[in-house]
């Protein structure tokens, strides 16, 4: 057993399938190739990256060009957001070969009772083949004579107007993706305090969908920005939002992993989430990360919820922080690089 309950419930399950299977959603441990070819596809570069790439059958997003052009069956493991299992169905749909199977796995603390639900409401003749471990497993057989639809990732980016500053911003979001591409009340008071061209090239980590950086392109188109972030869904959506600016680079990194350069700004609403649990570990690496790659006099300006310790890490790191926003609910930190502060 593989102490992974979803893992366990596919792997009593595995003797029916023959050929390619691709596991949509992957988790971390995958099994091993046996009989089949197994082939993984993951939403998260940080995975993707961890697990060799594409040399290890590994694929980064719905899109990803190195992907075979079918297989013999898709498992696909439930996704925390409903939008995003609708569509894992139909990306499915669109890579299975004709007579080859789809499949549901996931368990009950990850919301397997609603997912199955929406399965039977797009494949009305799968069933339920197996349930252990809290988990459930779900199968349905695409008909030998079916034509699979096309999937192209354009069908499924949804346009975001926002209002920012007085600036209509044209944003995009992609079921997964966090918040929805909505604004939240932390990136709204972050931006309330840039009331001035940030000093170049400016980092925009954890981009998201790319609000931030679209904000300070609308304001300053000649401004040198690179945005980063570790999930398919938000690098989809800022390189889409941002594509028509030459000045704009988009990168997939798991935290910095993928970041060179010096900046001379990093701004920043960094995740704290690992999981359902709290987890600053990103944060650390990012202000550690400023310490080293921030250009002198260079800044790094973050929001963060109030309770949460990051003073005391700049403190730390640049000796001296300012708080520059305070609802109660959000900070928005500066820490300055010393002029005369070489790298570490």
């Known amino acids: 057993m593989s102490g992974i ?42 995975q993707w990256e961890h697990h060799g790439g594409h040399d290890q059958q590994w694929y980064f997003g719905y899109d990803d060009p ?3 052009a ?6 696909i493991f439930i996704p925390k957001a409903r939008s995003e299992l609708d569509m894992r169905c139909e990306w499915a749909l669109s890579r299975v070969r004709p007579g080859g199977e789809i ?38 057989r695409v008909d030998a004579d079916l034509v699979a639809p096309e999937f192209r990732v354009e069908d499924w980016l949804s346009p975001v107007p926002l209002m920012v ?19 939240d009340a932390g990136t709204r008071l972050l931006l309330e305090t840039v009331t001035e061209c940030p000093q170049g090239p400016v980092l925009d980590f954890a981009c998201g969908n790319g609000v931030i950086g679209a904000w300070l392109s609308r304001n300053w188109p000649e401004l040198e920005l690179t945005l980063s972030d570790v999930q398919w869904q938000a690098l989809t959506c800022a390189r889409r939002a941002l594509r028509d600016n030459e000045r ?14 010096d900046y001379g700004t990093l701004i920043t609403n960094p995740p704290f989430h690992q999981g359902v649990a709290k987890d600053s570990r990103v944060t650390e690496a990012l202000i550690e990360y400023a310490t080293r790659h ?3 006099k260079g800044e790094i300006r ?37 002029k005369h502060s070489r790298k570490k």
């Open 165 to 183: 500053g007085g600036q209509t911003l044209s944003l995009f979001s992609l079921p997964g993706l966090f918040s929805e591409g909505r604004l």
């Open 103 to 140: 499949w549901l796995v996931g368990a009950r603390k990850e919301g397997i009772a609603g997912g199955a639900k929406r399965f039977l409401a797009r494949f009305p003749d799968a069933y339920k083949a197996d349930s252990a471990r809290h988990c459930q497993l779900w199968r349905t």
């Open 248 to 261: 704009v680079s988009v990168v997939a990194s798991d935290s910095l992993s993928r970041v060179g350069a």
């Open 302 to 338: 973050l929001v963060a919820n109030a309770f949460l310790p990051y003073a005391r890490l700049l403190e730390r790191a640049f000796g001296r922080v300012s708080v520059l926003a305070d609802d109660g609910d959000f900070r928005v930190y500066r820490a300055q690089k010393d």
């Open 294 to 296: 921030l250009i002198p």
């Open 70 to 75: 079918d297989f013999d069956h898709v498992v």
């Open 66 to 68: 190195a992907l075979p």
């Open 5 to 46: 309950p979803v893992l366990d419930v596919f792997e009593r399950n595995r003797e029916g399938l023959s050929g390619s299977i691709c596991m949509l959603g992957a988790p971390d441990q995958v099994p091993a190739a046996n009989e089949n070819a197994i082939y993984s596809l993951t939403t998260h570069f940080g």
